[in-house]
């Protein structure tokens, strides 16, 4: 290798370092969650046996026999060997082997029962109490115990004696595991929940009118301030990066300050006896016109600082070249303005699609994607399924899965731009020229 | 078509550019206006076709007052020193583009287009981009483009600045060729004193934002009205010396030696100064009122030579001979000036 390659290679080794660390490994650490069934309820670490009222109520689901299912909640009592053994140890021989002798081998429904039949002992404990304790040896059932080993589980289900044949008890045994597994359900979902398609349709809608707001509004800005005298237009151009330079926050708090329904504009139109009514949140339409005005404002400067500084680039002379050939404004914009803007435009687009398909943190901030779910994109749809929702049941497996989907389509669409831009021309050439 | 400035003034911001201009140009005639670089000239073809608002002053085309007419109305065409012509349309498109604007059919855009393109020589270069076209070829375009839409006026900026040398020529000719054939009236803007004698009929000559002579190239190369318009016409330029009246001489300054001065010229009073203008090709061996000095700088130009005599006062001569005299640097020479071919000036450069 030369020494020129390796010096090249050392140039990159930052950029490839924080690309793998960055970029490489998380995708990595996405992709493999999204084949699990991680969630709050499993945890993240491994899991334990415990057969629980849910299970209970959820086996029959999963197609398994009802009947058994209900015997798995029974209190169940038997005199077994190990029982009397402990009862031995806890209450004396002589009682032990009374009960062995009358009640070896009996099961009783309820502890109940058992009780009546220890009153009847001649060994038997003084307190109701000692009694009690004592029937509780004797408890078989597997309801709310934690088996840390699927061993452990096994041998106590065969000890209730379900006659479970072997799919039956793999079920139960899948079911009653309280840890994460590996599964492909999390790609199923995502292809039929009715509220992933709804995720999707918003966030076309969000990136579909906030990119044509923002592009067209700064080409609007850009045009309109082009043919400004030079001080106004200096002055229009700083009060639209005004939002861009703005903390985020703030940006969001002056929104919602400005869309109370005590707030400015609700205050304003009482004058006018319109009902005050929160202007944000109000209807979707609100909504939509909010975060798309929202993002819009923020966006436009960065299309309108490119488009100008494009358009400065055109030489005055073929501005003037074409007045004299007899172009209106309107024919001049369309006819040479635009079409040495294509590249400036096209860049834009290309680069806001891409920020706009994984950005949430406006929305998030002012509607958290309501009223309803009415506003929430795909990229905060996964932000609330993952990491932060009203009811605390958050689905790691299923948010890395949606995570990994805008992951997916994000790269194809960089490839299609740069695709359509050719970029290796792009770089290599201006694209207005004298 | 006729056109005319009458009181023309021009500002940017508080600075004047121009002030008080008139200027006619007959039907069919082509201008020059000549002048050093930043002296007014493109401010008043700009003026011309509406590309700047005139401060002060009236424009006529033929009767017609078009001073507040907007550029797109004026049907000028206009050829800008860079061309301006649009990179991403074609050549065909650019020339095409004012009668698009115009709203032509396509079969007559056509046929104009082809027709132009033939009086330009350029028609097989329709295809292509402008920048894959030589400078000469965009110049032809940009000229195309200008008159295809058959103007009342052709403006063009320095049409030839951009140029190598022999395009350069080349164009000179082309240009007034086209102009001749199409007998539109236009204005050609230059600094280049040659490009304005050869292809112009009239000159209008410019100096900080004032026409300081109009003529034609002959008259004004043989009766500039001042200094600066003798300075500024002819190749190689005309060399001056100072000196005072001493009755019907001149006496030159820091020096012993004299010029008899000629009777053409309304002499000033004794001891007033002077300055002589005299052309190099009045300074030759054999012309009558002698000065000596050295040759300090040969320069041959293959026909003719040009040599720089310096006088003993320090004053320069230039002289053109045709070649075939051979004379060294250092060599000392007497050589004469005829004096009713010398141009005297008064102190404020005004011709005397
Ligand atoms: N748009 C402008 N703003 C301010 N000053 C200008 C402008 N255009 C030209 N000028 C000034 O006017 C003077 C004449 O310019 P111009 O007509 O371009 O000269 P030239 O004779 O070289 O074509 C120059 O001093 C120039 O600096
Ligand atoms: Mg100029």
């Known amino acids: 290798m030369r020494r020129a390659h390796l010096l090249g290679l050392g140039f990159m080794a930052p950029a490839l370092l924080i690309v793998c660390l960055f970029f490489l490994a998380p995708v990595i650490m996405t992709a493999v969650f999204s084949f699990t069934n991680m969630s709050s309820g499993t945890g993240i670490s491994g899991g334990a046996y415990e057969v629980t009222e849910k299970t209970v109520r959820r086996l029959p689901e999963h197609g398994f026999p009802e009947a058994k299912a209900e015997m798995l909640a029974q209190d169940v009592y038997r005199i077994d060997p190990a029982g009397l053994t402990a009862l031995g140890a806890g209450y004396g021989k002589a009682l032990a082997d009374e009960v062995g002798k009358s009640l070896s081998g009996k099961t009783f429904n309820g502890r109940r029962d058992l009780e009546r039949a220890l009153k009847k002992m001649k060994a038997r404990p003084r307190s109701i109490r000692e009694i ?37 008890r793999a079920l139960l045994s899948k079911v009653a595991y309280t840890g994460w597994t590996w599964t492909t359900e999390n790609y199923e979902l995502i292809a039929t929940l009715p509220s992933t398609l709804r995720a999707a349709a918003n966030t076309l809608t969000y990136v579909g009118f906030t990119l044509a707001f923002n592009v067209g509004f700064g080409l609007f800005l850009a045009l309109a301030t082009f043919y400004l005298p030079g001080a106004q237009a200096a002055t229009f151009r700083a009060i639209w990066i005004l939002p861009r330079i703005l903390p985020p926050v703030i940006y969001i708090m002056m929104w919602k300050w400005l869309t109370w329904d005590t707030g400015f504009i609700s205050s304003f ?66 006819y040479i303005i635009l079409p040495q ?94 | 078509m006729r056109i005319a400035l009458e009181n023309f003034t021009k500002t940017f911001g508080d600075t004047a550019v121009i002030e008080n201009m008139n200027l006619e140009i007959a039907s069919g005639e082509m201008l020059a206006l000549l002048g050093p670089s930043g002296c007014g000239k493109s401010t008043t073809l700009f003026a011309v076709c509406g590309i700047h608002r005139m401060d002060g002053g009236r424009l006529l085309f033929g009767d017609k007052d078009v001073t507040s007419v907007p550029s797109q109305n004026r049907n000028v065409g206009v050829v800008f020193q860079n061309y301006a012509l649009y990179p991403h349309m074609n050549i065909y498109e650019n020339i095409a583009f004012p009668l698009k604007i115009r709203k032509d059919n396509k079969k007559t855009i056509d046929e104009k287009v082809q027709e132009i393109a033939e009086l330009v020589h350029i028609p097989e270069l329709l295809d292509r981009k402008p920048i894959q076209l030589s400078g000469g070829q965009q110049q032809r375009v940009a000229l195309a483009r200008a008159l295809v839409r058959e103007p009342d006026v052709l403006l063009l900026d320095e049409p030839l600045a951009n140029l190598d040398a022999k395009l350069r020529l080349e164009m000179r000719s082309e240009i007034r060729r086209i102009q001749q054939k199409t007998g539109i009236t236009a204005i050609l803007v230059t600094h280049d004193q040659v490009e304005a004698m050869s292809m112009c009929d009239r000159i209008a000559i410019m100096d900080k934002g004032q026409i300081v002579q109009l003529s034609t190239p002959k008259d004004m190369y043989e009766n500039p009205a001042s200094e600066f ?44 100064t002077l300055r002589l203008g005299i052309r190099p090709e009045h300074f030759q061996p054999n012309y009558p009122a002698k000065l000596s000095g050295k040759i300090s700088f040969i320069e041959t130009q293959g026909r003719e030579v040009l040599y720089d005599v310096t006088l003993e006062n320090g004053d320069v001569l230039r002289s053109i001979q045709s070649s075939g005299m051979p004379h060294a640097i250092g060599e000392l020479v007497t050589w004469g000036i005829d004096p009713d071919k010398t141009l005297a000036f008064a102190a404020n450069g005004s011709r005397l």
């Open chain 1, 132 to 168: 009690k304790v004592a029937a509780d040896l004797f408890k078989r059932s597997v309801l709310n115990t934690r088996y840390e080993t699927e061993d452990a589980f096994v041998a106590a289900i065969t000890d209730l004696d379900l006659k479970l044949d072997t799919s039956e």
């Open chain 1, 341 to 434: 803007l294509r590249w400036p435009i096209l860049f834009t687009t290309a680069y806001q699609t891409l920020s706009l398909l994984t950005s949430f943190d406006y929305i998030y901030l002012s509607t958290d994607g309501g009223p309803g779910s009415s506003t929430e994109v795909w990229a905060l749809y996964t932000f609330h399924t993952a990491l932060n929702n009203y009811g605390g049941a958050l689905q790691y497996g299923l948010g890395a899965a949606l995570a990994l989907v805008l992951v997916v389509i994000g790269i194809a669409a960089s490839l299609v731009y740069l695709r359509l831009f050719n970029f290796d021309k792009l770089v290599a050439k201006p694209r207005i020229e004298q």
């Open chain 2, 229 to 272: 318009v003798a300075g500024f016409m002819g190749n190689p330029p005309i060399s001056f010396l100072d000196g005072t009246v001493d009755e019907n001489d001149l006496r030159l300054a820091n020096s012993s030696q004299s010029l008899p001065l000629s009777s053409n010229i309304s002499l000033p009073n004794d001891g007033e």
């Open chain 1, 269 to 334: 139109l009482s004058n006018f006896d319109v009902t005050p009514r929160n202007w944000m949140l109000h209807s979707d339409i609100n909504a939509w016109v909010s975060i798309v005005l929202i993002n819009g404002f923020v966006g436009a400067s960065l299309g309108m600082i490119l488009f100008s500084s494009a358009l400065r680039a055109i030489p005055s002379s073929m501005l003037y070249a074409s007045e004299v050939d007899g172009a209106s404004r309107l024919q001049q914009i369309w």
